[in-house]
């Protein structure tokens, strides 16, 4: 039996693995599943294991009140030492780009254990731009044993970077994965009731990344606001960050502002059912912009570049920075040409099939018994 510590800390980390552990679940005569979460957004985290049942062996539970980047990968390291020495398992298994799974990659590789990396090889090839998330990314690479990258592009990037060829493995993204195991307990959301679809077109917000805080962020505001006061058939749902620095920023701005909801951030599957209902989403997640072609939502990115090319190639979103009027232009452009809508209206995920965490299981069935 080979034991497998499984690492996350936010919520979109634990959605992305929970198709994981599921899986692995499945063969319990081969893998001995540890799960450590650090647990960066308590709330947000918990709203996504509890569902499922996934309890965690270890909560290192480092968040700490306006944490700088410098203490939580001080804290998270030092945190991980006890644990490593104790389990010490076989594979650490860690997902994305956060600050957590760099740290952890780290920690692994100082007690010499092998790194898996699930969602492998996105790149912007600007260091600031997913900030910190591209070097964070990049670093995983360089300390990982195995990547699971999640299309071709993300494995030719990896090439390019120098990473043996077999060592990569092509398996999709398990964002797929799971939008199919919770679709069937997508429900109503009782808040939505209030908003009548026929007759109004619902914009989802959402914005967050350490890249907009400051100016960026304001500007992202100054052109909801304007969209609201310009078109009355618009009304936006924004499920505010819990960090501080996006709080005080939304809620200075769009507090108030009518047919503007600016809500606590939702339970996943609430957060899908909303995904479903609305008419257009503005959002500077890497998530999201994997999840709308599932179901056939234009995706306006409110960010200079992303790591998340191929819907972009595909039509099915597009970027727009955090630049005011360009932000109100093209949301304006979808509201009122039926065409360009249209255009944008494609349900083909480019980012899988919903078989990614059988093809990683597989592999690491075949590879650890190797």
Known sequence: MKKIMILF??????????????????????????????????????????????????????????????????????SMEEVLKKERPDLVLVQGDTTTTFVEALSAFYHKISVAHIEAGLRTYNKFHPYPEEINRQLVSTLADLHFAPTDLAKKNLMKGGIDKSKIFVTGNTIVDALYMISRKIHNVNFLKEIDFQNEKLLLITAHRRENFGRPLTEICRAIKE????????????????????????????????????????????????MSKCYLILTDSGGIQEEAPSFGKPVLVLREVTERPEAIMIGTAKLVGSNRNNIVNQAEILLYNKTAYNKMIKRVNPYGDGKASKRIVSTLKRVLRE
């Open 9 to 78: 800390g936010t919520r979109p980390e634990a959605i992305k693995l929970v198709p994981v552990i599921q899986e692995l679940r499945k063969y319990p005569r081969t893998f001995k599943i540890v799960i450590c979460v650090t647990a960066q957004h308590r709330q947000m985290l918990d709203q996504v294991l509890e569902p499922f049942s996934i309890r965690p062996d270890y909560d290192l539970n480092v968040m700490q009140v306006n944490q700088k980047l410098t203490e939580l990968t001080a804290n998270i390291l030092l």
């Open 227 to 274: 969209i609201v006061r310009n078109n009355p058939e618009v009304e936006v749902i924004y499920p505010v960050h819990l960090n501080p620095s996006v709080q005080k920023t939304a809620r200075k701005i769009l507090g108030g502002v009518e047919r503007v909801h600016l809500i606590k951030p939702l339970a996943y599957i609430d957060f899908l059912y909303l």
